[in-house]
């Protein structure tokens, strides 16, 4: 029986279109054509961390300087691609200065440059991630005078925002900024400069060095604090004139599942300021819950966190019900799963694959909403006296076949669409 969240996500993720099918510009009427789907317009996104050896030629890898915060090795790259092209059409890329750049001068431009095209030559958008951090930034700020650290933040997002443009036309701009003034578990020139200019000072500055780089890229303010705190900085940013394109909250439910109360409550806080919303960060793990009182995540890394029949039952059933929370809500433009494999981030079996490469039951469960419940499988429709046919499918392109001949629609929009389908070029294949 349909719920009250499957309503929602019809209202908000699919659209009625009619379709005025012509043939060399005749109705093509009483005819079948075939509508396959070809792909979702919502993203449903990964990090593509791991594929950078693939991309890039570079057996170093996601090991070398563009690596992330510990992710996982992963033996079958090739399996790994598979499985994730499968279901996800968004990726995120590392651009961790002290990764990217851990000698002054000397970027890791190129092997990004080549995952970034790997990704967009399979049809997948990029989005970089993060411009500006406090942590994992480079070492060589702290020779430097604030002003020279300023100087070389705004250069360093020039540099990439400009030189990506075309590839990675996304980016978390800057990262956990609630935190960057008071953060003190170690010296690093972010939290110095932020700490003289101010947080509202300091996103201006980041986020108009982006903007002046590419006009035209969708920059987002990104944080993992979910109190007033960030609904504060994000009110004084917007006040101070700062154009912010989406707001990303960060997801890492290593303690256990939000829940659908908390998720909507939290959606329904952050929606209020008008902005499209990423969940940029999301974890749920498969294994032994870290312990409640931890307030930091990053203390909890024990020796051995393994998964377990009992926590992957559980992970696809939480799996499932915050998607479907998630595609609910009509804030939401982009979710982001942190972490194909287990043993990523913290070492979590937070994955929807097994350290051996063998997927989870959350794997199944998400494919199963992506390419199952929320695609249209290739159906046959009848034209009527005037060329014309109906569907309900989600937001996303579409291919129409009949007499030989095919085209390629989109829904773009939910609610009602009208859409001329010309068959005008012969079927390859």
């Not at 993203?43 to 791991?50: D, H």
Request: hydrophobic content about 40%.
């Amino acid at each position: 029986m349909p719920t009250d969240v499957d309503a929602a996500i019809r209202a908000h993720r699919t659209a009625d279109a009619a379709l005025t099918v012509t043939v060399d510009g005749e109705p093509l009427a009483g005819r079948e054509i075939v509508l396959r789907q070809r792909g979702h317009r919502f993203p449903f996104g990964c990090t593509g961390f791991e594929f950078i050896p693939l991309a890039s030629g570079d057996p170093a890898g996601a090991e070398g300087a563009a690596g992330s915060l510990g992710e996982a090795p992963v033996a079958d790259l090739a399996g790994l691609a598979e499985r994730w092209f499968d279901v996800f059409n968004f990726a995120t890329l590392p651009f961790y200065w002290g990764r990217f750049e851990p000698e002054r001068g000397r970027p890791d431009t190129e092997r990004l440059l080549a995952t970034a095209r790997w990704f967009v030559e399979r049809g997948v958008p990029v989005k970089g991630h993060p411009l500006a951090w406090h942590t994992v930034t480079a070492d060589w700020l702290k020779d430097l005078s604030n002003a020279d650290i300023a100087r070389e933040q705004v250069a360093r997002i020039r540099r990439e925002v400009r030189g990506f443009a075309g590839l990675i036309d996304t980016w978390d701009v800057i990262n956990e900024v609630v935190i960057m003034p008071i953060f003190d578990r170690y010296d690093n020139g972010i939290t110095r400069i932020c700490r003289e200019l101010g947080r509202i000072p300091m996103v201006r500055m980041v986020f108009d060095a982006a903007r002046e780089a590419n006009p035209g890229a969708t920059l987002l303010l990104n944080d993992f604090d979910m109190s007033a705190a960030y609904e504060c900085l994000i009110e004084g940013v917007l006040a101070a004139g700062v154009k912010i394109d989406a707001l990303g909250l960060q997801s890492h439910m290593h303690q256990g599942y939000w829940g659908e109360e908390k998720t909507l409550a939290i959606l329904d806080r952050f929606a209020r300021y008008g902005l499209p919303i990423h969940f940029t960060e999301t974890t749920i793990v498969s294994g032994q819950l870290m312990p409640p009182e931890i307030v930091d995540l990053n203390d909890y890394q024990p020796d051995r966190w393994p998964t377990t029949p009992e926590g992957e039952a559980r992970q696809a059933d939480e799996i499932t019900r915050h998607y479907r929370t998630l595609l609910s809500h009509p804030s939401v433009r982009a979710i982001t799963y942190w972490g194909m494999s287990d043993g990523g981030w913290l070492g979590a079996p937070g994955g929807f694959l097994r350290v051996d490469g063998s997927p989870k039951p959350s794997y199944d469960a998400l494919r199963a909403l992506v390419k199952g419940e929320w695609w249209l499988a290739p159906t046959t429709l009848a034209t009527d006296g005037a060329g014309r046919a109906g569907f309900t499918g989600f937001l996303g392109e579409y291919e129409v076949s009949a007499a030989g001949r095919t085209a390629t629609v989109r829904l773009d929009a939910p609610g009602t669409a009208e859409i001329p389908v010309a068959l005008e070029r012969p079927t390859v294949g």
